[in-house]
């Protein structure tokens, strides 16, 4: 344990010392909370939140970065829908993008799992079992670049 954590937990329970929602169950708790938190932030390669939040953290402690397979199926169609080959169906997210002139635009995502729902069948007539997501189904690319950019501590 070292000193600046005992610092940051005696400088907590300074706070944090007349608010009833404390819970004193043993010696030290600030102390003994931190380190578990710091443990365990260390071992999911996150970093524990030392601030000093009067009001408490809300019941976070840190947030932790979560890796998913990610598979971009490109289209020229303009009005290209997401299509996914059965068999080959094992990412976690999928994203739909348009390819024109060199360029492609991203237009929406989907989770894995979800697109797994959808009822493969021989979309376009060539023997290949596919999964499809109608593009007005996707989900916005800022919905999963804001799960992706969220702040690191509450």
Do not use: C
Not at 40 to 63: K, M, Q, T, W
Not at 94 to 102: K, S, T, W
């Amino acid at each position: 344990m070292s000193a600046d954590l005992a610092a940051i937990a005696k400088a907590r329970s300074e706070l944090h010392r007349d608010h009833a929602s404390t819970r004193r169950l043993t010696q030290d708790h600030d102390l003994v909370g931190l380190v578990g938190e710091a443990e365990a932030a260390n071992y999911l390669g996150a970093e524990v939140d030392l601030a000093s939040r009067p009001a408490g953290d809300g019941g976070i402690d840190f947030h932790i970065a979560l890796y998913f397979s990610v598979d971009v199926k490109t289209t020229r169609r303009h009005d290209g829908d997401l299509l996914v080959e059965a068999k080959s169906a094992n990412a976690d997210i999928y994203v739909l993008a348009h390819f024109v002139d060199g360029k492609a635009t991203l237009i929406g995502w989907e989770w894995g799992k979800h697109v797994k729902e959808y009822e493969p069948y021989d979309v376009g007539g060539h023997g290949i079992v596919s999964h499809k997501v109608p593009r007005r189904n996707l989900r916005p690319m800022d919905t999963l670049k804001a799960r992706l950019t969220r702040r690191q501590t509450p």
